[in-house]
């Protein structure tokens, strides 16, 4: 059984540009959740997305944002990127109960 | 608010027992969990406890919780180097379907 796969691996931006980062869910599970690995600040959950619904947010601006497709997978979004996102992001599903986690996608901002 | 919390580093020699503790805040966490993150890897799940549970036992894996205490441990027995890696605590937010809330993660050390 495939795990959870996200795209891209890694990738450079520059300050004040936009990224998506996209996440494909184990098969069955509805739930996908986004965190962030920042170096010296561990990991922080972003939001959580339910059968195509956002069912949690963590303590990130606006401009970090996402969405859920009827297919399970999911785009996380972000505008207007500063230094401090610079971080690995990591997605998780579930079913119900343990989540899985992605190998992550490496973010750099320049 | 919700806060777990661990030491950030441990030291052992191969084939010893390493333990590895935990404390969280949130008196109504359904499930907690341990993930091993090897460098540059994504989180790899170890083993999880249901708070209706004192003890889970999965092969070298023994998880002990004392919920009265707000107490996770973690005991690897036999410690192998390819055990070196940062173990993470969490506990779901909310229900069992909460979002994580991890603490930041032991660097567990073997030494040959």
């Known amino acids: 059984e495939a795990g959870v796969t996200q795209s891209p691996t890694h990738l450079i931006k520059t300050r004040g540009q936009q990224v998506t980062l996209r996440c494909s869910p184990i098969?069955?599970?509805?739930?996908v959740y986004w965190y962030q690995q920042a170096l010296g600040l561990g990991l922080q959950f972003l939001l959580w997305?339910?059968?195509?619904?956002?069912?949690n947010r963590g303590n990130f601006p606006p401009r970090f944002s996402g969405r859920q497709f009827p297919n399970y997978s999911s785009e996380l979004n972000v505008n207007a990127l500063e230094l401090e996102d610079s971080a690995l992001y990591l997605c998780?599903?579930?079913?119900?109960?343990?989540?899985?986690f992605g190998p992550g996608t490496r973010l750099t901002v320049t | 608010g919700e806060d777990v919390e661990q030491s950030l580093f441990l030291s052992v020699r191969e084939g010893d027992s390493s333990v590895i503790n935990c404390t969280y805040t949130?008196?109504?966490?359904?499930?907690l969990y341990w993930y091993k993150q090897e460098p540059g890897a994504g989180l790899q799940l170890l083993t999880y406890?249901?708070?209706?549970?004192d003890m889970k036992q999965d092969q070298r894996l023994t998880v002990l919780l004392n919920k009265k205490d707000k107490h996770l441990s973690l005991r690897i027995a036999d410690t192998q180097t390819g055990d070196s890696a940062i173990y993470f605590c969490a506990e779901s937010y909310g229900g069992s379907q909460g979002n994580l809330i991890f603490g930041k993660g032991t660097k567990l050390s073997v030494k040959p």
């Open positions: 406890i249901f708070s209706n549970m």
């Open positions: 949130d008196s109504s966490s359904t499930y």
């Open positions: 997305y339910d059968e195509g619904e956002e069912r």
């Open positions: 998780a599903s579930s079913w119900v109960g343990e989540q899985y």
């Open positions: 098969s069955g599970h509805t739930s």
